[in-house]
């Protein structure tokens, strides 16, 4: 299940909606090869509000957590976001920051994915330095979120 099919579920968006902001994320990769996650584009235009993505982080990452088709690391990652998602922010990382740094996770695991699938001679490096950066953010999520 991806990220919008969660809105869809939870009646935050409609089909229509998100095949709109698929073709803003489309157009943005190709103009500036940089793929906004779709969230932050339907929550940047106003179609959902800070709670529903919120909520729908929420759901995403439960279902990552249990999908047994993912990789391990995808899986334990989803747990830790969940888990400092859910954690109270008075005197801690705020809501925003904790995304901030799961989209980050998220974007160096889509790299790993990407780099696993390619032909490059270096690519084993790289994806060892991806999983060591993955692996420092998931510890400050776990000390500071």
Same mark, same amino acid.
């Given at each position: 299940?991806?990220? +919008? =099919?969660?809105?869809?579920?939870?009646? #935050?968006?409609?089909?229509?909606?998100?095949?709109?902001?698929?073709?803003?994320? =489309?157009?943005?990769?190709?103009?500036?090869?940089?793929?906004?996650?779709? +969230?932050?584009?339907?929550?940047?235009? +106003?179609?959902?509000?800070?709670?529903?993505?919120?909520?729908?982080?929420? !759901?995403? #990452?439960?279902?990552?957590?249990? %999908? !047994?088709?993912?990789?391990?690391?995808?899986?334990?990652?989803?747990?830790?976001?969940?888990?400092?998602?859910?954690?109270?922010?008075? +005197?801690?990382?705020?809501?925003?920051? !904790?995304?901030?740094?799961?989209?980050?996770?998220?974007?160096?695991?889509?790299?790993?994915?990407?780099?696993?699938?390619?032909?490059?001679?270096? !690519?084993? %490096?790289?994806?060892?330095?991806?999983?060591?950066?993955?692996?420092?953010?998931?510890?400050?999520?776990? %000390? #500071?979120?």
């Amino acid at each position: 299940m991806r990220f +919008g =099919e969660v809105l869809i579920e939870l009646g #935050f968006i409609d089909k229509q909606k998100l095949d709109v902001a698929l073709q803003e994320q =489309e157009y943005t990769l190709k103009t500036v090869s940089f793929a906004e996650p779709i +969230g932050l584009i339907l929550l940047r235009n +106003g179609v959902i509000n800070e709670k529903e993505h919120y909520q729908a982080v929420l !759901k995403y #990452f439960e279902y990552l957590s249990k %999908n !047994k088709s993912r990789p391990a690391y995808i899986r334990s990652t989803a747990k830790i976001a969940l888990k400092a998602l859910r954690r109270d922010t008075k +005197g801690r990382m705020s809501h925003v920051s !904790k995304i901030a740094l799961i989209n980050k996770i998220q974007e160096n695991e889509e790299k790993i994915l990407q780099l696993q699938k390619s032909r490059l001679q270096k !690519k084993n %490096n790289l994806i060892k330095h991806l999983k060591l950066d993955i692996e420092k953010i998931k510890k400050d999520l776990e %000390n #500071f979120a």
